[in-house]
């Protein structure tokens, strides 16, 4: 069992950045695929970026293409996502999921990902 713990997330301004964490712990000896997902108020969830294991590739939604970076600690047990130039449309609850395997064919499929955590709250005003 992996556990998922985010943190990182706050209130900015537009045009502010944010480094957002994800800690895993648990069975974490081997690596996985991870990804970034959010949801913002009466919208579904969405995939944002993901990471597969090892960070031999990285696959970015067109909307932070640019903006984000998704990237892997040192260890195998950190992931982050760096936001910069942020929009009052990406306030949302942003989650960190990790997958036994990377589907390329459809890296955001929600159902690929095994684990995930409970979230953290990213507010941008204009």
């Known amino acids: 069992q992996v556990e998922l713990v985010e943190s990182g997330g706050g209130s900015v301004q537009a045009g502010g950045s944010l480094r957002l964490s994800c800690a895993a712990s648990?069975?974490?000896?081997?690596?996985?695929?991870m990804g970034w997902f959010r949801q913002a108020p009466g919208k579904e969830r969405e995939g944002v970026a993901v990471i597969a294991s090892g960070g031999s590739n990285t696959v970015y939604a067109d909307f932070v293409k640019g903006r984000f970076t998704i990237s892997q600690g040192n260890a195998k047990n950190t992931l982050y996502l760096h936001m910069n130039s942020l929009k009052p449309e990406d306030t949302a609850m942003y989650y960190c999921?990790?997958?036994?395997?990377?589907?390329?064919?459809?890296?955001?499929?929600?159902?690929?990902?095994?684990?995930w955590g409970q979230g953290t709250q990213v507010t941008v005003s204009s």
């Open positions: 999921a990790a997958a036994n395997y990377y589907h390329p064919s459809n890296v955001f499929r929600e159902a690929n990902f095994d684990y």
């Open positions: 648990g069975y974490t000896y081997r690596s996985y695929t």
